[in-house]
């Protein structure tokens, strides 16, 4: 079971059992272990994940927190539980005055459904106010999987990930802001674009009016990004109809009916995930699609010798990706859904890397 996976079991877990925890304890017990499991640490080994571990702080003796992980030795993770139902706060908070105390470079806050990660970005072994990484794992989000997966023990790397946190703590910021914005337009936000189109004074009634019109118009706007995303798949469908050979086939062996072939929804939903991968190496307009009845192959720069990989979508019963070595031999992997793809972005940008001649 790979690590997406495991997080959608735990999900279901939670969603199912939650009405049933009375207690903090079986909080720890139903969803924050088998978390901390999850991320590939033995809970039942005390040189990996120490219960009520012990921080003295100045004159307080004996003081816990409710998990250090360790790694190396040496204490990694701190990790602080609440009851699923309490909310989480920072005030007045034992993690803040651990964190200072401990060698640890990162801490958990969580009820077992919310889960906030911390750091000390602003400010060297003082933990930051704000979460670099919050998700609930009931709706957590193919990227922020990606992120949680680097605190995996096979994973971990403290630099890495204080690398990326800087980058996801602003850029959460940023969303945020922009998605109060859009809701509820401050005055600045709505004096931008009103400067922009209008000539007269900003009074608070030209504010009152062009409120509903600031949003609106950046409503559409975003409708309009999506529409043009589907029309690009749907243009692209039309323009390709000629069926590819299969690598390992000679030429002359099949032609295949052009009219038994149907590219379907999810083949152009999976080119649109391939695409969205290989943009990091490539410009999405080097990518293309030829369907054919017994696959749907993706291709660099519509070259039938340059195949990024095949999608066998045919099949009522079994999904698979496929991928072509260098020595023309083709590996298929079985995928459950649409977002397993994901799960080979590092095969499917190697792959172009080592098809690519225009660099």
Request: proline fraction near 2%; aromatic fraction near 12%.
């Amino acid at each position: 079971m790979d690590f997406k996976d495991q997080i959608k079991q735990l999900s279901d877990r939670v969603i199912k059992l939650k009405d049933q925890i009375a207690t903090e304890e079986a909080t720890k017990n139903a969803f924050i272990m088998p978390f901390i499991q999850m991320l590939g640490y033995d809970v039942f080994n005390p040189l990996e994940v120490v219960p009520e571990y012990v921080t003295d702080i100045g004159t307080k003796k004996g003081e816990k927190i409710d998990y250090a992980i360790f790694k190396d030795d040496i204490p990694a993770i701190l990790v602080e539980c609440k009851h699923w139902q309490q909310k989480l706060d920072l005030h007045d908070n034992q993690l803040l005055r651990y964190f200072h105390v401990s060698k640890a470079k990162f801490a958990i806050l969580t009820n077992g459904i919310r889960y906030r990660f911390y750091t000390d970005l602003e400010e060297t072994n003082k933990m930051d106010d704000k979460p670099f990484l919050e998700f609930d794992i009931t709706e957590i989000k193919d990227n922020q999987v990606e992120e949680l997966k680097k605190f995996h023990k096979s994973y971990f790397d403290v630099e890495n990930i204080v690398n990326s946190a800087s980058e996801l703590k602003f850029s959460s910021a940023v969303k945020a802001i922009f998605s109060n914005e859009l809701k509820t337009p401050s005055d600045e936000f709505l004096r931008f674009f009103i400067s922009k189109v209008y000539s007269g004074k900003i009074t608070a009634k030209v504010l009152t009016d062009f409120s509903e019109l600031v949003k609106k118009s950046i409503n559409n706007v975003i409708s309009d990004m999506i529409t043009d995303r589907f029309k690009f798949a749907l243009d692209a469908e039309e323009a390709s109809h000629t069926p590819e050979v299969a690598v390992n086939e000679p030429v002359t062996t099949q032609i295949e009916e052009t009219d038994k072939i149907i590219t379907t929804e999810e083949e152009l939903e999976g080119f649109m995930i391939v695409k969205t991968i290989c943009r990091q190496k490539v410009a999405i307009n080097r990518i293309f699609y030829r369907d054919a009845q017994s696959y749907f192959a993706i291709l660099l720069d519509d070259n039938n010798r340059k195949t990024i990989c095949r999608l066998y979508f045919n099949s009522s019963s079994k999904k698979y990706i496929s991928f072509i070595d260098a020595d023309k031999k083709e590996t298929k992997q079985e995928i459950s859904s649409l977002d397993d793809i994901f799960n080979y972005s590092d095969i499917l940008l190697a792959t172009i890397e080592r098809m690519d001649t225009s660099k």
